[in-house]
Structures are given as C-alpha cells and as structure tokens.
C-alpha cells in the first residue's frame, strides 16, 4: 500500500514537474518573441495611444474600488469626457483585468506596469490553455505543444497588440475545454470551470464573450449531433445554474451598455462597419514589423477599407490546419475499451472525439471568417458581391441590438485563430502518428519554424514617464487644486519622441490618450479623453479650442465650467506659442491666475460675465436621410440667439415622441455657442419609425419641440429707425445688390449685450446671401451671421442683423464686412463705381469699437490714493490675484484700475515692473490698455477700466520683497508721462504694491 501509494506522489508530482515546466516554456518564448519590451515592464509601453487608455481603465477600477461605497456605485461615472456620464461603458471595462494585476498596480510607482504584465499574461496562458485544449481532444502534448504556441504567437495577436482586450484570449481555450469536459464527464467542478472561464472572458471584453458564446454553442451542438454527450438529469441543472450565475455577474454590467448605447446614441453606423469589417486580403496581411511577412501590410489597402493584419497563421501553421482535416476518423493513441470509465464508454471513448472536433473547428472557422466579413460585399472581391450581399451579418445588424455597437467586426477573426490552431494541434497529432521516429525532433523543428514565422522583435515602443518622472504639472494638479477641479489640457495634438537612437518616432494625432494616462496620477476630471466612442461634441471641441484664446473658446470653456487650463507649452510649435501668449494678453480678465509650472503654463478660469437662457434656445427637428448607410436619423439643432454659449445638462435625458405612444432617447447638443447653431443625430431604425415622430421633450430646455423647418438666421424687415441714424456707404456688388447704407445700435456696444446692425439694401437678387463678419483688430474671424434678405428681385428691403457680444469679447477696435454670395454659390465681388473690381482682401469694412462692460470697483481692491497720470488718467486701484509669496520662476498676475477724467487724443502705453531690493527688473510687462486693443484714445470719460497683467518672474529672482511698479509712456516717442498727483508726484511711475518673492 506505501508503494502504491509512493507511486500516486511520484506520479502527480511529475504531473504537476511537466506542467509547470510547460507552462515555463510559454514564459521563456514569450520574453523572447516580446523582446525588448518583455524587459521594459516599467517604461515602455506598446504604443502612446490605445495601451495609454488601457492603463487609464486599469488604475480607475482600482481608484473606485479603494474609494468607498460612493466612488464604487458610480464606478462607470469616471473623470474623462467631462461632463458626460457613463463614460467607462465607452469601451470595454477591464474588472477582471483590473483584479488580475492589482498587486502589481498598488505596489509599483510604474502605471505601466499592470498593463505590460498584463499583456505577458495574455500571451503565456493563451498558449497554455490551447496547449490544455488539443492536448485534452487529441492525447497528445506534443501537439498541444505545437498548437498552443501557433495560438500563442500568431500574427494575428501580434496585429492586436496595442489592444489589451484583443490579447486577452487565454479564457476560450479553457472554456471549450471546460464545456468539452461538461458534456462528456459526470461532476460539478466541470461546470464550475466553464462558468469561470467564461466568465473571465466575459468581464474581459464583450467583444470576445459574445465570440466565446457562439463557439459554445457550435461545440454543444457537433456534440449533440454526433452523439458524443454523457446525458444525465445534473447536465441541465449545472448548465441552467452556470448560465445564472452569468447573467446575474453580467447583467448589470449589460444594462449600463445598453444605457449608454440607448442614450448616446452609440450605433456604429453600416459605413462605418463596412470600413472596419475584414476583406480576405487582410487574413494575408501581417504587421510591417514581421520578419518574414511583414511586406504584406498596406499590400492590398483600399481607400474605402481599413487594413487589418489579421493573418491567424503563417504558412507552417496552415499546413499543419490542412493535415488536421485529414485526420477526421482517425485515431490516434486510442485506449482500449476495458480502460474508459463508464461515462467514457457511454460518450463513445475518448479516441472517437476526432470527428466532432475537426468537424467543430472547420465549422468554427468557416462560420467567423464569414462573419469577419461584416457588411464589407466586396470582402472577397467584386466578383463575389452578390454572394456576400445575403451574409446573416447584416441581418444581425438590423435585428440584434449588441450588433449595432461593434464596429471592429474583423475582431471576429480571433475565432479563425482558435480554430486553425487546433486543426493544426490535429495535425501536429497526425504527422506524428504516421512518423513515430523522431516525432519529438519533428515537434521541436515545427516550433521553431512557427517561431520563426511569427518573429516581429524586436517590439519597440515609447519610453512614458512614470512616478516622479511625469510631468509636474500633475503633482501640483493633486497636491494644489481641489479634488472635483476640472481641468482641459492642450493642445491636441502631441508627438513622443523616441528617448534612444534607433527608435521610432510616434505621433499620437491627438494626445487625448498621453492626457488620460497622466490624469491616473491626479483623478481630476478632465474636459479630454478618446474611448472606443468619442462624443461628436468633442471633435468640435477640438477644432474650437485649436484657435485658444479667442472669444469662441473662452467662453465655452468658461461655460462648461472648467476650473484650470494647462497648456503643455513644449507640444505647441514656437510660433503658435508666439501668438497665443500675445492674444492671451487681451483674455486676461477670464483667468484669474497664472501658474508656471515646469514646461505647463496654468490658468485658472474665472466666472463666465453673462450666462444664456434656456429661452433663448430656439429649437428646430427634421428628418435626416442617409446617415453613412442608416435609413433613417432625426436631426434636432439649437440654434443659439443669447450672448453666451448654452450648455445643456448631459445628466438629464431627452427623448422623441413617437405617435405610437414609445420614445427614443438622446442627449442634447452638449454646447451651442453664441450665435451659433450645433446639432445632433438621433438614429432610427428605419423609415417607418421616422415617419411616427411627432416631437420632442428637450430636458434642460424643460419643453417639448415639434417637428419643424430649419430656423432662418435672419430676415429682411421693414425700417424702423429714423434717416437721422443711418450712415451713407452706398457700396456696390457685381451684378447683384448695393448695400445703401447702415445702422448700429448701441451706439457704444459693450460684451454681454447684443448688437443690431441695419442694412439698407437695393437691387437685390433672389436667392442671394449676405454675410455679415465681426473681424477682431487683427482682421481675424470673431463671429458670423448668414441670412437671405431678398425674396424677390429689386426689393428696397432693409436687413436687420442681431449679433451677439459674449462675455469673453475683449474690448477694443473691431470692424464689420458685408460679402455677398449668388444662388450658385459665387462669391459677389464688390465694385467701384468706374465698374473696377475691389479684391475680396480689400473689401472696405465697416469700424466698430466694442467698449468695455461698466463695472464698479470689486471689494479688494488696493487705493492707491488715486493718483493722476499727465492731466487726465486716474489709477483708481489694483488687485493682485495669486496669493503670496509668489515663487521665482512663476506669474504674477494683478489687474489695474484706470479711469479717463476727459477724452484722450493720445495712444499711451502702459509699463509694469517687478523691482527687486537692489533695484533690478525681475520681470516686466508693456502693452496698451487691455492687451493691446483698447487704446487709451477710446476710452470714455469717468469710465472706470479693468486693466489685466500677467508677467512671468525671473527664476534667478532672489527671496525677499519686491516692488510693483505701473507707469504709461508715449510709445512714438518713448517719454514717459509724469504721475501729477498723490504720494509719487512728480515722479514717472507709481508703486503699487510690495510682493514678497520665494524660491522656485
């Protein structure tokens, strides 16, 4: 009895030698294909752009989970895209990758290093769990051996690699093993692994589970039809319990998808779909870094189509797939009889699961490269169109909801991978059976060529600073600003440069990705981020803010709510620094504060002046036909008419109103700017669910909207001013109107109000379009208004124009120009009165100075005795804004207070210095009044005027305390003008503070 028993031991030990040995062999290979990222765990990450997300979803399940019961119930409310909500359900979710890896997430100062584990992960257990599977169908390790690596490696996940979810693969060998199990052995523990694994497929990616449930359902039904399933009455239970437990895990996470995907609208549109869906080029398309195929990527690339390395296995592995064809009724190392177990002799025997199996994976095959194909007719060329025309994806697509938000339906090619790889493990078996001799040496050179084909090292990607190497910008962001601060970072667009020679050098496009990663070392909310689905919102966003500052973007931001900008100032080019910090001069008196931190230039956002109204919102709804191959969408605009951009509240939802009674959720443009209109697309299913909409219900406009034709901007109207108010300019179009004369009203506008402009019109055609632009003293675009005044031909009309003056206009110098387009879209050249053509560039424009808001003196403000520059500019005051001490290196931002006691016929220039104890400037700044734009000539009398500054201080600056100084000079000659009042009379600057300087 010891010795059988000393034989069981020996036995299992040796079991448990060769497996762990296997599974080591997965490692090794994998630290050799993966090289030299297997060894960079810390600082490298696969790509700066997908794998960067991927780190962010990570590290925010671990934040909510340690965060408390609140942070945990609002797990999928993360801090990206503010201000939307369920913004984690934008893309797969990651729980169970979170969990796998959180030791390495909560000890390690690296975020990448989750991540990369993660990924090593995903390539030694999918080759172990393929090595389980074929071992487990054929008797034979070797070919598990075999088959495991050719899954483990194939082209197809290396094209995947920047993808983690696409990686994680290793739960669908072990669940079809698990199911095979189920259904041909007695036990719970069968059932049990099978509910596992599938549910870690599942919390993986949905993508991938719905894959898994199909293929689970193909091997339950070849078993059932082939005879090969042990019946027995605890079957139906434990697959009824395991299916339980998976809805009751899933369901949850389900509902909030299909929330989100209901109320965002989140429908992957046919065309986008069919650009994405797989062509049969692309199973021959490896990445450009493979050694040996490598030259097949973009081989085969089409405009209308994109390439996708899907290769599942090179040519070794194909063969060896083709063998395993062959091996159907074969089998190999058969048991006799008098060795099965009851349950194995009831199912047939083990050597009788060849057939099923084969049968199953060409099955498998044949189904999900049909299915890869997506709704791409010409995936196999033109000649097989019409085949591909009556492919069940597309009826999937129109009939099942979860098929509406896949657009990456060459995903379904990982099922290809699984199935080739086990027909070639079929194979491996095969060949190895009919050559006995030397079948290990054969084993050894069919993984080596497998190797050798899917060699792609060495795998490079940017180093990413980690811990105390990330930028300080974001430890001040953590340590310095309140924890639900909102931040917007730009720009757009930044480049990783690769740190070593010989590295390659990538280009984010958009450096939402670099932005989302650094914010899981703050967790502020952050008005940035890019997901598997993207608000369209947030493509304006960008064009918007592309041109900060200007009056468009300030006051979006300031409406949105934002509390801190940072400009990454190294990602901009010099030049467009340049010019930013030169119009940052004149929006000074929208940010409060000013903040040098590192290379990041910070502001902090001040409160919007004005705030429009939901009255102000007009809406408008029709049918939009042709959405990229919908049949039918509803467009819902708002048209903006106050003097600041609406935002609409994204937490609550809006809905159609259908005649049926049932509704159609969606959100409602997030922010419609000043004057302008922004819509959304709302998807329908068909034709005739858009002829059943009779209105809407508008959720922040807290009223219900009626179908209606699209809202004209403007209309000609009748004249109701007198002559008395009108300027003579009689300017004349070619063959077309002649714009008589004009009108303004307020004579002084000012931000926060709205300007008219009257235009008396002649001659007009029908059909014809006048353009009203507002120019800022640059000549550069403020805003623009559209209309068609004539409705007949010859009218004497006059057009009357509202144009909204924002909060954020700084005041200054502007000019109006009228254009004038035909009917055909031609531009109407103005003339002279000889009939010569004026060049559009030199189109006379009409002036207009925008005057600034009046205003009375803020509480805090410094007197400084109000002392008198020359005869006529009174300094009422100022205010410094950043708390003290200021450090060397940072702003210093402080506003002034002037005041005109009578018109002034000379444009001055304001001087501020920062003097040190020894009397040197540790930092100064000059410009005319409000950055430049407000001269002191337009100044109106006993108007008191908000002056903003900013200046950086030097970062030599010694401790101690400094003076402020402020002065005017006449910039054509450069004489300053002498203080005539107050404690500094007779001098040529004032003191206006002592600041008090610390080390950087």
């Known amino acids: 009895m010891s010795q059988l028993k000393s034989l069981i031991y020996l036995s299992r030990l040796t079991f448990h030698l060769r497996e762990w040995a296997i599974l080591g062999l997965f490692t090794l290979f994998t630290f050799i294909m993966l090289y030299p990222f297997s060894i960079s765990l810390t600082t490298m990450a696969p790509e700066p752009n997908d794998p960067l997300l991927n780190v962010w979803r990570l590290y925010w399940n671990v934040h909510a989970w340690l965060g408390g019961p609140t942070a945990l119930a609002n797990i999928f409310n993360t801090n990206i895209l503010y201000p939307f909500p369920l913004t984690l359900a934008y893309s797969e979710h990651f729980f169970i990758l979170s969990a796998q890896v959180l030791p390495f997430l909560l000890i390690s100062d690296s975020h990448l290093v989750g991540l990369n584990v993660s990924v090593l992960l995903t390539f030694i257990l999918s080759g172990y769990g393929m090595y389980l599977l074929v071992t487990a169908w054929t008797g034979n390790r070797w070919a598990g051996l075999v088959a495991g690596i050719l899954f483990a490696f194939s082209p197809n996940r290396f094209g995947r690699f920047n993808h983690l979810e696409l990686l994680v693969t290793q739960w669908m060998?072990?669940?079809?093993?698990?199911?095979?199990?189920?259904?041909?052995?007695?036990?719970?523990?069968?059932?049990?692994?099978?509910?596992?694994?599938?549910?870690?497929?599942?919390?993986?990616?949905?993508?991938?589970?719905?894959?898994?449930?199909?293929?689970?359902?193909?091997l339950a039904l070849v078993y059932v039809l082939s005879?090969?399933?042990?019946?027995?009455?605890?079957?139906?239970?434990?697959?009824?319990?395991?299916?339980?437990?998976?809805?009751?895990?899933?369901?949850?996470?389900?509902?909030?998808?299909?929330?989100?995907?209901?109320?965002?609208g989140a429908v992957r549109t046919p065309g986008e779909v069919r650009i994405y869906s797989a062509a049969l080029t692309d199973y021959l398309t490896a990445i450009p870094y493979n050694w040996l195929y490598g030259w097949t990527f973009g081989r085969w690339a089409t405009p209308d189509h994109q390439t996708q390395p899907l290769m599942p296995v090179g040519l070794t592995g194909l063969l060896l797939a083709l063998l395993g064809l062959l091996a159907v009724g074969t089998r190999p190392y058969r048991r006799r009889s008098h060795r099965l177990n009851p349950w194995q002799k009831r199912a047939g025997g083990a050597q009788n699961f060849a057939l099923?199996?084969?049968?199953?994976?060409?099955?498998?095959?044949?189904v999900f490269l049909w299915l890869s194909f997506g709704v791409n007719e010409a995936a196999l060329g033109p000649?097989?169109?019409?085949?591909?025309?009556?492919?069940?994806?597309?009826?999937?697509?129109?009939?099942?909801?979860?098929?509406?938000?896949?657009?990456?339906?060459?995903?379904?090619?990982?099922?290809?991978?699984?199935?080739?790889?086990?027909?070639?493990?079929?194979?491996?078996?095969?060949?190895?059976?009919?050559?006995?001799?030397?079948?290990?040496?054969?084993?050894?050179?069919?993984?080596?060529?497998?190797?050798?084909?899917?060699?792609?090292?060495?795998?490079?990607?940017?180093?990413?600073?980690?811990?105390?190497?990330?930028?300080?910008?974001?430890t001040w962001l953590r340590t310095e600003t309140p924890a639900d601060a909102i931040v917007l970072e730009l720009p757009h667009r930044v480049s990783i440069w690769a740190p070593k020679p010989g590295q390659r050098v990538f280009d984010t496009g958009v450096s939402e990705f670099i932005y989302e990663y650094y914010s899981s070392y703050h967790w502020r909310r952050i008005a940035n981020g890019s997901t598997g689905f993207t608000p369209p919102i947030y493509e304006r966003f960008r064009q918007w803010f592309a041109t900060f500052p200007d009056v468009r973007s300030v006051d979006v931001i300031q409406q949105l709510g934002i509390d801190f900008i940072i400009l990454h100032t190294a990602a901009y080019k010099p030049e467009d620094m340049q010019r930013l910090l030169a119009d940052l001069r004149a929006y000074?008196?929208?940010?409060?504060?000013?903040?040098?931190?590192?290379?990041?230039?910070?502001?902090?956002?001040?409160?919007?002046?004005?705030?429009?109204?939901?009255?102000?919102?007009?809406?408008?709804?029709?049918?939009?036909?042709?959405?990229?191959?919908?049949?039918?969408?509803m467009r819902v605009t708002y048209h903006n008419e106050g003097v600041a951009a609406f935002v609409a509240d994204v937490q609550r939802v809006s809905h159609l109103t259908f005649s049926g009674g049932d509704g159609k959720n969606f959100i409602e443009p997030l922010v419609t700017p000043a004057g302008e209109a922004e819509s959304i697309l709302v998807p329908l299913?068909?034709?005739?669910?858009?002829?059943?909409?009779?209105?809407?219900?508008?959720a922040t406009l807290d009223r219900p909207a009626l179908l209606t034709k699209e809202i004209s901007p403007g209309s000609p109207l009748s004249s109701q001013s007198g002559s008395e108010q009108w300027?003579?300019?009689?300017?004349?179009?070619?063959?077309?109107?002649?714009l008589l004369a004009y009108s303004l009203q307020p004579q002084t506008p000012s931000p926060c109000n709205k300007l008219t402009l009257a235009l008396k019109w002649a001659d007009g055609q029908a059909g014809d379009t006048a353009t009203v632009r507002l120019l800022d003293p640059f000549g550069r675009l403020v805003l623009e208004h559209t209309a068609r005044p004539w409705a007949e031909a010859g009218q004497e009309i006059v057009d009357i124009r509202t144009l909204p003056l924002p909060g954020s206009l700084p005041a200054g110098r502007y000019s109006l120009r009228i254009s004038v387009t035909s009917a055909e879209g031609q531009e109407r050249l103005a003339v002279t009165a000889a009939g010569a053509t004026i060049p559009a560039d030199q189109l006379p424009s009409l002036p207009l100075v925008i005057h600034p808001a009046w205003l009375s003196l803020p509480s805090g403000v410094e007197p400084v005795?109000?002392?008198?520059?020359?005869?006529?500019?009174?300094?009422?005051?100022?205010?410094?804004?950043?708390?003290?001490?200021?450090?060397?290196?940072?702003?210093?931002?402080?506003?002034?207070?002037?005041?005109?006691?009578?018109?002034?016929?000379?444009?001055?220039?304001?001087?501020?210095?920062?003097?040190?104890p020894d009397g040197r400037v540790w930092g100064q700044w000059d410009n005319q009044p409000k950055g430049g734009w407000y001269s002191t000539s337009l100044w109106l009398p006993k108007q008191p005027i908000a002056d903003d500054y900013a200046f950086p201080i030097d970062s030599a600056a010694p401790p101690g305390e400094y003076r402020l100084i402020v002065g005017m000079y006449d910039s054509a000659t450069g004489q300053r003008v002498a203080v005539s009042t107050g404690p500094n009379q007779g001098s040529n600057f004032i003191e206006i503070a002592t600041v008090m300087v610390a080390k950087p």
Not at 184 to 199: E, S, V
Not at 233 to 260: C, D, E, H, K, M
């Open 727 to 738: 300027q003579p300019l009689s300017l004349k179009f070619a063959a077309g109107p002649q």
């Open 685 to 698: 299913q068909n034709e005739q669910q858009a002829d059943l909409v009779t209105g809407a219900w508008l």
């Open 588 to 633: 000074l008196p929208s940010f409060t504060q000013v903040h040098q931190i590192g290379e990041s230039l910070v502001l902090r956002v001040g409160r919007p002046q004005c705030r429009a109204h939901p009255d102000q919102i007009k809406v408008s709804m029709k049918p939009a036909p042709g959405l990229d191959g919908l049949s039918r969408a």
């Open 383 to 474: 000649r097989f169109v019409p085949l591909l025309r009556y492919s069940p994806y597309f009826w999937l697509y129109d009939h099942v909801v979860f098929f509406q938000g896949i657009r990456g339906v060459g995903r379904n090619s990982i099922m290809v991978v699984v199935g080739l790889a086990a027909l070639a493990g079929w194979g491996a078996a095969t060949l190895f059976k009919v050559i006995k001799q030397g079948f290990k040496v054969q084993a050894l050179v069919l993984i080596a060529l497998i190797l050798l084909e899917s060699w792609s090292a060495p795998l490079l990607g940017p180093e990413i600073p980690t811990g105390s190497q990330t930028p300080p910008v974001y």
């Open 865 to 916: 005795d109000q002392p008198v520059l020359g005869e006529a500019i009174r300094l009422l005051g100022s205010q410094l804004s950043q708390a003290e001490p200021v450090k060397a290196g940072d702003w210093l931002r402080f506003t002034l207070f002037w005041q005109a006691e009578h018109p002034i016929k000379t444009d001055l220039t304001v001087f501020t210095q920062l003097l040190g």
């Open 173 to 218: 060998p072990l669940a079809l093993l698990a199911l095979h199990w189920t259904l041909t052995r007695p036990g719970w523990r069968y059932p049990f692994l099978l509910g596992l694994f599938f549910n870690f497929q599942a919390l993986s990616g949905f993508h991938y589970s719905l894959n898994l449930t199909i293929a689970c359902a193909l």
């Open 227 to 264: 005879g090969r399933v042990y019946w027995r009455w605890s079957l139906s239970l434990a697959i009824g319990l395991s299916t339980l437990v998976t809805l009751l895990i899933n369901g949850p996470i389900w509902q909030v998808y299909l929330r989100f995907s209901d109320v965002m």
């Open 356 to 366: 099923p199996t084969i049968v199953f994976l060409f099955v498998l095959v044949f």
